[in-house]
T-cell receptor, first 114, second 110 residues
Framework: DGGITQSPKYLFRKEGQNVTLSCEQN?????MYWYRQDPGQGLRLIYY???????QKGDIAEGYSVSREKKESFPLTVTSAQKNPTAFYLC?????????????FGPGTRLTVL | RKEVEQDPGPFNVPEGATVAFNCTYS??????FFWYRQDCRKEPKLLMS???SGNEDGRFTAQLNRASQYISLLIRDSKLSDSATYLC???????????FGAGTILRVKS
C-alpha cells in the first residue's frame, strides 16, 4: 500500500522548543517537498530535495531545517527561530522535480504553538 | 501581485448546477498547470492537469488560455461531494517548484 505518511497528525509545542515533523514515502520518489498552509493563503514552499543528501531552500525557509539522509525520509525541524510556526504542514513527493510530474501529498501535521 | 490568483469565493450552488472557476497567473514562462482539490482539514489531491488544448474528465473540464494567462475549471452537474476548495497550481519558471493559489471554496447544497 504505497503512499506518504506524516506524523504526528497534531503537535503542540511550547514557545522556544524545537520540534521535528516526520515524512516518509514508499513510492520510490526522488523529490520531496515541505509546505506550510495558513488560513486564506496558498501553500508556501519551505524546503525541497531532489535527491538524497541534497536539498534547497524554498520561499520561506527561515526558522526551518531539513535533512535527506534516506530516499524515503525527509524530516522537517521547526526551530525556535521560526516566529510564527502555528500552521498546517504538508509533505509531498514526486517522481522527479523537473517536468510536469505530479506531487502527492501526505495527510499533514497541524502544529500549534502554545 | 500574487503569482497565482483565484477568487476565494465561496461559490454556493445547488445540486445539478454548472459552476466555473478562473485563475490567473503572472509568469508567462509557466509551462505546467494543475487543479487540485482540498477537502476541509485534509491534504490537497490532484484533480486534473491542464493541457494547452483543454481537457475533460467526466464532469470536469479544464481550459488554458496562454495569451490571457488564465486557467479555468468547469464543473457540470454539481454533486454535494464536490464541495471543497479548488486550488489552481502552476509550475514555476525554474521548473522545480509549484506555485499554489489560495483556493476557491465551492459549496454545493441540496
Amino acid at each position: 500500500d504505497g503512499g506518504i505518511t506524516q506524523s504526528p497528525k497534531y503537535l503542540f509545542r511550547k514557545e522556544g522548543q524545537n520540534v521535528t515533523l516526520s515524512c516518509e514515502q514508499n513510492l520510490n520518489h526522488d523529490a520531496m517537498y515541505w509546505y506550510r498552509q495558513d488560513p486564506g493563503q496558498g501553500l508556501r514552499l519551505i524546503y525541497y530535495s531532489q535527491i538524497v543528501n541534497d536539498f534547497q531552500k524554498g520561499d520561506i525557509a527561515e526558522g526551518y531545517s531539513v535533512s535527506r539522509e534516506k530516499k524515503e525520509s525527509f524530516p522537517l525541524t521547526v526551530t525556535s527561530a521560526q516566529k510564527n510556526p502555528t500552521a498546517f504542514y504538508l509533505c509531498a513527493s514526486s517522481r522527479a522535480s523537473g517536468g510536469a510530474d505530479t506531487q502527492y501529498f501526505g495527510p499533514g501535521t497541524r502544529l500549534t504553538v502554545l | 501581485r500574487k503569482e497565482v490568483e483565484q477568487d476565494p469565493g465561496p461559490f454556493n450552488v445547488p445540486e445539478g448546477a454548472t459552476v466555473a472557476f478562473n485563475c490567473t497567473y503572472s509568469n508567462s514562462a509557466s509551462q505546467s498547470f494543475f487543479w487540485y482539490r482540498q477537502d476541509c482539514r485534509k491534504e490537497p489531491k490532484l484533480l486534473m492537469s491542464v493541457y494547452s488544448s483543454g481537457n475533460e474528465d467526466g464532469r470536469f473540464t479544464a481550459q488554458l488560455n496562454r495569451a490571457s494567462q488564465y486557467i479555468s475549471l468547469l464543473i457540470r452537474d454539481s454533486k454535494l461531494s464536490d464541495s471543497a476548495t479548488y486550488l489552481c497550481v502552476v509550475k514555476g519558471s525554474d521548473g522545480n517548484k509549484l506555485v499554489f493559489g489560495a483556493g476557491t471554496i465551492l459549496r454545493v447544497k441540496s
